[in-house]
């Protein structure tokens, strides 16, 4: 039997890090740590992830804003920023149109509108939130709940996301017709 430890130890970490910092100019370090936040944080803290001065993350987070990848938090004192889901979404929709033709994203959604209509009349509502998942049952009936509302959530939102696909490929990329 081997020891297996699911953490990597500190030097790998560390070594990860120092290759990360030595092969990524201070650009890519702030995009890349900017993908990873998920609520407003501050730049300084973006900074030390980034490993940079706390000015060139705020310069690069500033730039990552216009280009719609960030988002700058208005009202946080210093300036705090986050990821766009928005944008990351519009991406994913933007390369599922290249990689699919228009009737395979039109059969891709009509097997997740089949999927959220049994997850529908299994749990008797149209909204995966309002769903208790500890309601009833034991711990495996409660995990195996969980695990549904969980997939019913991911059918949702892969509904919009290639609702969004065939709109893109439908008008040339575009989310209007010309």
């Known amino acids: 039997m081997t020891d297996f430890d699911p953490l990597p130890s500190d030097e790998a970490i560390d070594e990860v890090r120092r290759r990360w910092s030595d092969d990524t100019d201070t650009f890519d370090r702030v995009y890349d740590t900017v993908l990873g936040i998920t609520e407003p944080t ?33 009202s946080g004192r210093p300036a705090r920023y986050e990821r766009n889901d928005g944008y990351l979404e519009w991406q994913e929709a ?54 549904a509302v969980s997939e019913w959530q991911s059918v949702v939102r892969d509904v919009r996301l290639y609702e969004l696909a065939r709109q893109l490929a439908q008008n040339d990329g575009h989310l209007i017709p010309a």
């Open 42 to 74: 501050a730049y300084a803290e973006i900074a030390e992830i980034a490993t940079c001065s706390p000015n060139a993350a705020k310069k690069h987070l500033d730039r990552l804003v216009v280009m719609g990848i960030a988002r700058a938090d208005p």
């Open 94 to 147: 933007s390369r599922i149109a290249r990689d699919l033709t228009i009737e395979e994203i039109i059969e891709r959604v009509a097997g997740l509108e089949r999927r959220r209509s049994m997850y529908e009349d299994r749990f008797g509502t149209a909204d995966p939130d309002s769903v208790s998942v500890f309601e009833r049952g034991d711990h495996d009936a409660i995990h195996e709940r969980m695990e």
